[in-house]
């Protein structure tokens, strides 16, 4: 199995920046997507940013030119860059991973969550 662990949430000030952290461990090798996903209270969980085992990224319209998704090259450490915060990014950020088990059986990793807000 795949273990994810988040660092790096905090409060920031509206218009401020924030990067935040996954690290994985277990079954690395297998992975071929990772993610993050945010929940804010009140509201359901959504994508953040995605990135593929060929990463390629993908973004929510309400982050893109302003968030950045990365990872390493052994897919055991997932980044997101946070720009431009506003009161709208303020929610639990968590980290995903899904892995290849076989063709067409996939089984998705989830880490425990870090807080991020945005307040003044």
């Known amino acids: 199995q795949v273990h994810l662990v988040e660092s790096g949430g905090g409060l920031v000030q509206p218009g401020g920046s924030l990067g935040l952290s996954c690290v994985a461990s277990g079954s690395t090798f297998s992975i071929n997507r990772m993610a993050w996903y945010r929940q804010a209270p009140g509201k359901e969980r959504e994508l953040v940013a995605s990135?593929?085992?060929?990463?390629?990224?993908n973004y929510a319209d309400s982050v893109k030119g302003r968030f950045t998704i990365s990872r390493d090259n052994a897919k055991t450490r997932l980044y997101l860059q946070m720009n431009s915060l506003s009161p709208d990014d303020t929610g639990v950020y968590y980290c995903?991973?899904?892995?290849?088990?076989?063709?067409?059986?996939?089984?998705?990793?989830w880490g425990q969550g870090t807080q991020v807000t945005v307040s003044s």
């Open positions: 990135i593929s085992s060929g990463s390629t990224t």
């Open positions: 995903y991973a899904e892995r290849t088990v076989r063709p067409g059986l996939n089984f998705a990793s």
